[in-house]
């Protein structure tokens, strides 16, 4: 069974910095695009960025491009989201998933599978 540990997650303020990991158990993990997406309390889930398994491609939200990179180290099995000028609206759980990668692509946003952790929670107050 596929497991995932998600953690790096705190309470900043608006301008802050956070960089959120996710180690994942259970998946060949060097074969998967993976990615990031975040639920806010009475929003809809929103997926955050995308990465190839060939750990250069990359697709983001547009909201996020500029302040948030995702990166993966495949020898860690380790998915990784550093999240800088962070904003009020990027308050959320977030969750590492496996990345649908054809409707990412086609869609040029980020697309997300069910999680397989427990998220870890970002608070941003300004």
């Known amino acids: 069974r596929i497991q995932a540990v998600e ?16 180690i994942i158990s259970e998946l060949p993990f060097a074969s998967y695009p993976l990615g990031w997406f975040r639920q806010a309390p009475g929003k809809e889930r ?28 495949n020898a860690k099995n380790t998915l990784y989201l550093q999240m800088n000028d962070l904003k009020t609206e990027d308050t959320g ?21 069910r999680a397989w952790g427990g998220g870890t929670q970002v608070t941003v107050s300004s």
């Open 93 to 113: 759980m977030y969750y590492c998933a496996a990345s649908d990668w054809g409707a990412t692509i086609a869609n040029d946003k980020p697309t997300l599978n």
């Open 7 to 22: 953690s790096g997650g705190g309470s900043v303020q608006a301008g802050g910095s956070l960089t959120l990991s996710c």
């Open 46 to 73: 929103e997926g955050v960025a995308c990465i190839h398994w060939d750990g250069i491609t990359t697709v983001y939200l547009d909201d996020v491009k500029g302040r948030i990179t995702i990166s993966r180290d």
